[in-house]
């Protein structure tokens, strides 16, 4: 079985060899060709710090699984490659996402030279995706440091939360999707999807209903996970 920490930790990470980080200004028109390639929206539809930190290491879009599915999606990717490359295949699969070795375009609409990796994620919820994988840290904290922490107070109400919902831990049911009656559910019958915006208003709800001590206990498991202290 994973512990806590081991599942957290052996997500994410890059497939290619050759790609890097990709500056701000670069992500939104590398994000319109590649609308170009897939023939989908794209721009509304970019994860977490995608186009809000000063760079990133690749690009999280997510993908409506209703739309099209991750053959179809890996096709239209290859295509390209075929037309650009002999040797590069440019594309992996893994678990919900289709991965694409992209090349980086400039405000100019310039090919750079440079390439970065795309993760193409699906879900057949993409607001949901989108909610789960928001940005609204600063630092030291990130994205995934809202997570590790919600889920951690999920699993003190006997839930678990991941890109599949708020799921009960023994049943494995998905209970909701929906982030207002999420925060009912791990928090209180008052608590809002404001309440789960970030870190600061996360740990601000849990201290008042719980008190400094119990909040810090019911927290644990994500301060080692992360090495953060959040209480």
Known sequence: MLTFKTFFLTEGGNVFSTTGRIAREDVLPTVRNLEQITGLSLV????????KAADSGDIDLVV???????????????AYWKQHSVDTIG???????????????NTQNEV????VQVDFMFSD???????????????PFKGKDRNILLSAIAK???????????????????ISKNPDEIAKLIFNKKATSNDLNNIQSITRKLIWIYGADKAKEIVKDAEETTGHNFI
């Open 44 to 51: 509304d539809n970019m994860l977490g710090s995608t186009g």
């Open 64 to 78: 409506d699984a209703k739309s099209t599915n991750k053959a179809v999606l890996e096709n239209k990717l290859q």
């Open 91 to 105: 594309t992996k699969k893994s678990g919900i996402s289709v991965h694409f070795l992209s090349p980086v375009w």
């Open 112 to 115: 750079t030279g440079k390439y």
């Open 125 to 139: 919820d993409p607001e949901y995706l989108k909610w789960f994988y928001a940005s609204n840290e600063a630092a």
């Open 156 to 174: 003190n109400k006997g839930y678990s939360l991941s890109i599949n919902g708020l799921i009960n831990r023994d049943t494995k049911q998905v």
